[in-house]
């Protein structure tokens, strides 16, 4: 292998980064400075956002996002506790969506009397 490819290969950039950067660097920027904006102190604090956001993006089972977010969290000061708590709790919204899903087929067995 390459140097080059090997090289690319152990640094290579989450799909998403790469994306945003083909789109042009205008959309790069303004996709940074827009969740420079969400993700800025508010009504709720920059530790509690970035719990959130690692909630969310455990909930979307994104691995990139979540590792990005992890960091993010840890950097705002977040504990281990805090970020296994926001784990959890995406966990559980996650579980309860797959049982919202899989009462469609309740839903279609009882439309076709299957018992």
Same mark, same amino acid.
């Not at 945003?20 to 042009?24: K, P, Q």
């Given at each position: 292998m390459s140097e080059g490819l090997s090289t690319k290969m152990s640094v290579e950039k989450p799909r998403a980064d790469r994306f945003?950067? &083909?789109?042009?660097e205008g959309v790069e920027q303004a996709f940074h400075?827009?969740?420079?904006?969400?993700?800025?102190? %508010?009504?709720?604090?920059?530790?509690?956002k970035?719990?959130? &956001?690692? /909630?969310?993006?455990?909930?979307? @089972?994104?691995?990139h996002c979540t590792k990005r977010h992890l960091e993010s969290a840890r950097r705002? %000061?977040?504990? @281990?506790? /805090?970020?296994?708590? /926001?784990?959890?709790?995406? &966990?559980?919204v996650r579980m309860g969506s797959g049982l919202n899903t899989a009462a469609v087929l309740l839903d279609e067995m009882q439309e076709n009397d299957v018992d």
């Open positions: 945003i950067e &083909a789109m042009g400075e827009l969740a420079g904006e969400i993700l800025n102190e %508010g009504a709720l604090s920059a530790k509690d970035s719990l959130i &956001a690692l /909630a969310c993006s455990v909930a979307v @089972r994104c691995e705002a %000061g977040a504990s @281990r506790e /805090a970020i296994l708590e /926001a784990a959890g709790v995406a &966990a559980l």
